[in-house]
C-alpha cells in the first residue's frame, strides 16, 4: 500500500483530533433542552420568548448538579411539517435530549411520533388537546398545566350552572379548537344544556369574525363559546363587542391567558369568565417566581405556559441529577417513568403527581377579569372564583383510552 | 321569518354588509396595485407592508405625537407615500428595464424587510387602536347590529376608489399618464418629464395603500402581518380583475368580498379558499381577467 499526502493529513487530522473527543467523554455530559414553540404568529405572546426565558430561568435555578444544561429554541410557525423536521434536526444532528412547550396542538400531535420513535422526553406545556394524554398517548410524554377537558369542565361547567344553557361556539377549524368544542359540548350535554349551532373558522390567518359574530348573534344562543387561543380570542372577544353580543349574550373564553386579557385591555374583557392553573398573585410562592423571571420579561408576564416551561425543566433536571444525566440521555420512556414517581414540587404549581398516562394533575383556578376599578395595578386582572383540585379537574384515567393503561 | 337558500334572510343581508366591508378594502388594495402595475409594470409584492405602515404610521401619530384619526387620514398616507416615492427613486427604479420577475423578487423582499422591522421593534401581538369617538357605537339596521365605523368604512372606500378611477380615466392628468405607458419616449418628446410621472404614480399608488391601512387600524389590531393577511387576496382579486383594469379591480374587489362573505354562511372552512377557487375558473375561461382587455 502507498501511502498518499491525503491519507497522511487525515491520519494527522484524526490523531490531533483524539485528545479532543476524551476530553470531551470526560468530562460532564450536557442535557439539551430544546423549546419549539410559535414565536412570530397568533401564539406568540401565550408562549414564544417568554416561555424560553421561564426554561432558561429554570436551569439557572437548578445551578450545576455535575452535568451541563443548554437551552436552545426554535419558531414552528403552527406548522406540522416545519415542526417535524426541526424536531428530527434536533434529535438527529444537534443531540436534544427533552422537547418542551410545543403549543398548537396540531403541531404537538405531529411531533409525538418523532419522540416516541427516537425515545427522547418530550413535555408538553402550550398545546391543549386532551388526546395527548388520551387515544394519542406516548410513554415518552407528560402534559404539563392544562388540557382541554379541563378547560371545559371548569370554564363551561361554571358557564351551565349560572344558567348558560343554550351555546353557540366558534371554533379554530383545527385539532385543538375542534377537541375544544367536543369537550365542551359533552360536557353542556350532560349539564342538560344544548348546543345551537357552530362555525369553525380557518385557522391560522383569519382577522375577521364579524360574518361568524353576526350568525351566532342570529342562533339565539345564550353564550358564545370560543373555541380558539391567543390572539384570534383577542380579535373575537373585541369584535363581539363592537357587533353588540356582549348586550345579548354571554362570553365564554373557553382558553384565555392573561397575555390575551393584557391585550385586550380590562374594559373590554372585565367580567370574563376563564380557567389557568397559574396566576402570579395566586399566592407567596407564585408571587416569588414571577418577582425573580419580570425583570427578564417586563412587557409579558408570566401565564400558566411561561410556568409550565419553568416547572417542567425543573422537575426533568432534578430527575436527570436523581438517576444520573448519562442514563437519562440515553433512555427517554425511563427518564420520564421516573419523572411520573417523583413528587413534583415548584414555586408555580406547589406539590402536584403526574398520572400514568403522562397528565399532571395541576389545580385549575376559574377567574373572573376585575373591573378596572378593581385592579390596583399593573396585571392586576383577577378574582379567583374557584379552584378544582388537580385530582378532579382532569379526564378520569380510564375515560383516556390511551393504549398503556391496563383498565 | 323568510328564508332564502335555507338561510333566514336577515342572516343574509347581514353576512351580504360585511361581504361589502372587506370588499371595500380589497377594491382599495388591488386598486393601488393596478394602479402601478398599468403604469409601471412593476408587480408591487411591497403593498401589504405599505398598508400595514399606514396602520402603524396612524398609531404612531396618535401614541407619539397625539395626533387623531382624522388627520392621520392625510397624514399617515403622505408619510408613507413619500417613503414609497424615495424607495422608488432609489431601488426600483434600477428595475424597469429588466423582466416583470425581478420586480416582484425585489418587491417580496422590501416586504420581508419591512415587515421584519417592525416586528422586531413592535412584537407582533399587535397594538390597539380606537375607533373615533364619532364614529363609536352601532346602528341597529333591523336585520342586524351595524357598527357605525364599518359603515364609515364602506362609504369611504366607494369614494376614494371612484376617485381615482375619475383621475385617471376622465382627466388630462390620466391621458397623459395612460400615454406614458403606451410610448414614453413620445410623451417625453412632448415635454413631459416622465420618469417624474411614473415615481408619481407609485407614490400615489403606496399612498392608497397606506389610506386603507388608515382606515383598518381600529377595525383590526395594528400589527406587523396585518398584510400578509390581505395580499394573497388582494392578488387573486387583481387577476381575477384583469391586470391593470382599474374598473375591475374596483367591481371584483368588492364582488370577492361578497362571495366570500357569502361562503361564510354556508361553509365557513372555505372561506379562506373561494377566492382562490373563483381566480382558477376564470382564468381557465378568460385568462386575460373579467375586465382585461385583449391583447
Known sequence: MTISRRTLLSAAAASSALPLVRARAQGAPTIKIGVLNDQSGPYTNTGGVTSVICTKQAVEEFGNKGFNVEVISADHQNKPDLAVSIVRQWFDRDGVDMLLDVPTSS???????VVKEKNKVYLNVGAASAALTGEQCSPNFIHWCYDTYMLAKSTGGAMVKAGGTSWYFLTADYAFGKQLQSDTTALVNAAG?????????????????????????SSGAKVLGLCNAGGDTVNSIKQANEFGLNKSMKLAAMLMFITDVHALGLDVAQGLNLTESFY?????????????????????????????????TLHYLKTCADMGAAEAKKDGVATVNRMKKMPVDDDCFGKTTIREDGRNLVPAYLFQVKTPAESKGPWDYYKTVVETPGNEAFRPLADGHCYFIKA | MFMIFGIPGPLLFGQLLLGLINGAFYAMLSLGLAVIFGMLNIIN???????????????????????????????????????????????????YKLDHLYGLLLTFGLALVIEGLFRNAYGSSGMPYRIPSVLQGATNLGFMYMPNYRGWVVLVAVVVCLATWAIIEKTSLGATLRAATENAPLVQAFGVDVPRLITLTYAGGVALAAFAGVLAAPIYSVNPNMGTNFINTVFAVVVIG??????????????????????????????????????????????????????
Open chain 1, 280 to 312: 402570579w398573585n395566586l399566592n407567596d410562592r407564585t408571587r416569588a417566581f414571577t418577582n425573580r423571571v419580570k425583570p427578564k420579561t417586563p412587557n409579558n408576564w408570566p401565564n400558566m405556559i411561561h410556568a409550565g416551561c419553568y416547572s417542567a
Open chain 2, 242 to 295: 384583469g391586470m391593470g383594469s382599474i374598473m375591475g379591480s374596483i367591481v371584483t374587489g368588492f364582488a370577492l368580498g361578497v362571495i366570500e362573505g357569502l361562503t361564510k354562511v354556508f361553509y365557513p372552512q372555505a372561506s379562506a379558499t373561494v377566492v382562490f377557487l373563483v381566480m382558477v375558473i376564470v382564468l381557465l375561461t378568460r385568462p386575460r381577467g373579467l375586465f382585461g382587455k385583449a391583447a
Open chain 2, 45 to 95: 409584492f411591497a403593498h401589504g407592508a405599505l398598508f400595514m405602515m399606514g396602520a402603524f404610521v396612524s398609531w404612531m401619530l396618535l401614541t407619539y405625537v397625539g395626533i387623531g384619526y382624522f388627520p392621520s387620514l392625510i397624514l399617515a398616507p403622505l408619510i408613507v407615500g413619500i417613503f414609497g416615492l424615495l424607495l422608488e427613486k432609489t431601488i426600483i427604479s434600477r428595475l
Open chain 1, 107 to 113: 403541531v404537538a400531535l405531529a411531533v409525538q411520533g
Open chain 1, 193 to 217: 344544556g344544548k348546543v345551537m349551532g357552530s362555525s369553525a373558522y380557518p385557522f391560522p390567518g383569519t382577522t375577521d369574525f364579524s360574518s361568524f359574530l353576526v350568525q351566532a348573534q
